[in-house]
């Protein structure tokens, strides 16, 4: 059973616009989340994090949106630029449970 | 520079070998994370551990051991009774419990079975 999940494989964004990535939890008890970037071949590395306390959390061009309601995250990147172009994964975690869950992963594509 | 030093980035292995994937970090965290990708899927976890001389069972344990005799290295053995070891291997470290604090990967071993 899936408790985070990425329901889409991959993304299209023109360069200059939009991307919103989205993600899905099932796990109530999910306090903290992160998103991830990773390129081939390399390790994720840490983009953005947000806790269950806040429902936004802004990083330059980075926005994460949390929705507890609905158990959704959103992140939006914007302007979109190539070297955005990776898959990004979101995690989550009950605190200090040393274990962190991911979802499968998007594959954003920026056109230039 | 801080961080975490996986090696090697490739290994073969053929079949009934059991073959050992180094992890070291100097960033001077606690825990220690081995997850596991697959093609389509996210990272697994394998096995964790919060201080030296103990690790915990992840969600796919099984085919694997582990041990953690000093804070800075987190080795993985992929035994011969790991089913389907083909796979992009990640270690992560946090300082501690991942619940307030951003883990860090090192840069991953690709596992191949011949």
């Known amino acids: 059973d899936q408790q985070v999940k990425q329901n889409s494989p991959s993304l299209s964004v023109q360069e200059g616009r939009i991307s919103i990535l989205n993600c899905d939890y099932t796990?109530?008890?999910?306090?903290?989340f992160l998103w991830y970037k990773k390129y081939p071949a390399e390790g994720p590395t840490f983009l953005i994090s947000?806790?269950?306390?806040?429902d936004k959390n802004e990083d330059g061009r980075f926005t994460v949106f949390l929705n507890k309601s609905a158990k959704h995250l959103s992140l939006h990147i914007v302007p979109s630029q190539p070297g955005d172009s990776a898959v990004y994964f979101c995690a989550a975690s009950v605190d200090s449970s040393y274990k962190l869950i991911f979802g499968s992963g998007t594959r954003l594509l920026v056109r230039p | 520079d801080g961080g975490i030093t996986q090696s090697p980035k490739y290994l073969f292995r053929k079949e009934g070998q059991n073959v050992t994937l180094s992890c070291e970090q100097n960033l001077n965290h606690d825990a220690m994370y081995w997850y596991r990708q697959d093609p389509g899927q996210g990272l697994r976890l394998i096995y964790y551990s919060q201080i030296v001389n103990d690790f915990q069972k992840g969600d796919i344990a099984e085919g694997y051991s582990v041990s953690r005799e000093k804070k800075e290295s987190f080795p993985l053995t992929v035994t011969s009774a790991q089913k389907n070891p083909t796979a992009f291997y990640l270690c992560?470290?946090?300082?501690?419990?991942?619940?307030?604090?951003?883990?860090?990967f090192g840069q991953g071993t690709r596992l191949t079975v011949v």
């Open positions: 992560a470290s946090t300082l501690t419990g991942v619940g307030d604090t951003e883990a860090f």
């Open positions: 947000i806790s269950s306390i806040k």
């Open positions: 796990n109530s008890m999910f306090d903290y």
